[in-house]
Nanobody
Framework: VQLQASGGGLVQAGASLRLSCARS????????VGWFRQAPGKEREFVAG????????RYADSVKGRFTTPSDNAKNTVYLQMDSLKPEDTAVYYC??????????????????WGQGTQVTVSS
């Protein structure tokens, strides 16, 4: 499984940004795609995730109401739509995938496949 994340950049507080995660390779019946982020000096943390069926999504409390993670199965792509960005959202963002899930895991060790990170910087 290969994951390609893109769409990061530098924006001002209050702006929006959309990240993309294109998935290719082996297909599993049901899997989750999660978004994680890591700020300098901090642990990598779960941000949002969606099941491949689209019936379940999960969000960290810090982004609820501001971020969504829609998917386009025809393009094998999951997005992270980030609205009302704050300086504390500044981090390297990663997408990751499981190889079969009942739900959307919060813990990164459940995700064996990772894309490269993309930097998101929000200025105040």
């Amino acid at each position: 499984v290969q994951l390609q994340a893109s769409g990061g950049g530098l924006v001002q507080a209050g702006a929006s940004l959309r990240l993309s995660c294109a998935r290719s390779g082996r297909t599993f019946t049901n899997y989750a795609v999660g978004w994680f982020r890591q700020a300098p000096g901090k642990e990598r943390e779960f941000v949002a995730g969606i099941l491949s069926s689209g019936v379940s999504t999960r969000y960290a409390d810090s982004v609820k109401g501001r971020f969504t993670t829609p998917s386009d199965n025809a393009k094998n792509t999951v997005y992270l739509q980030m609205d009302s960005l704050k300086p504390e959202d500044t981090a390297v963002y990663y997408c990751a995938a499981t190889r079969g899930s009942i739900g959307v895991p919060l813990i990164r060790t459940y995700y064996p496949d990772w894309g490269q990170g993309t930097q998101v910087t929000v200025s105040s």
